[in-house]
Nanobody, 114 residues
Framework: VQLQAFGGGLVEAGGSLRLSCATP????????MGWYRQAPGKQRELVAH???????DYDTSVKGRFTIARDSAKNSVYLQMNNLKPEDTAVYLC?????????WGQGTQVTVSS
């Protein structure tokens, strides 16, 4: 499975970014897709997840600010990030799960300046 994430960058606090994760595979074949992030010296954490029924859930730290969405026609999953905070700075990774198998794409750096 190939997952390609892009859309990161440098933004000021309060700004927005939209991350994209594209795959050549049919995303409906996955049980779920999600965005994780890992900041320096910290463990990787789940930011947002969307299952095959389109049901989304979020870490409490981003709820109300981030929105995960998928586009089956484009085999892509997106993460719209609004009102970004310096503590959102991290490498963001796209992930897909099929059964007990989880695969990862490469990360994209998000840096939020204060």
């Amino acid at each position: 499975v190939q997952l390609q994430a892009f859309g990161g960058g440098l933004v000021e606090a309060g700004g927005s970014l939209r991350l994209s994760c594209a795959t050549p595979e049919t995303i409906s074949s996955f049980d779920g897709m999600g965005w994780y992030r890992q900041a320096p010296g910290k463990q990787r954490e789940l930011v947002a997840h969307i299952n095959s029924d389109g049901i989304a859930d979020y870490d409490t730290s981003v709820k109300g600010r981030f929105t995960i969405a998928r586009d089956s026609a484009k085999n892509s999953v997106y993460l719209q990030m609004n009102n970004l905070k310096p503590e959102d700075t991290a490498v963001y990774l796209c992930s897909a799960r099929r059964g007990v198998t989880r695969v990862w794409g490469q990360g994209t750096q998000v840096t939020v300046s204060s």
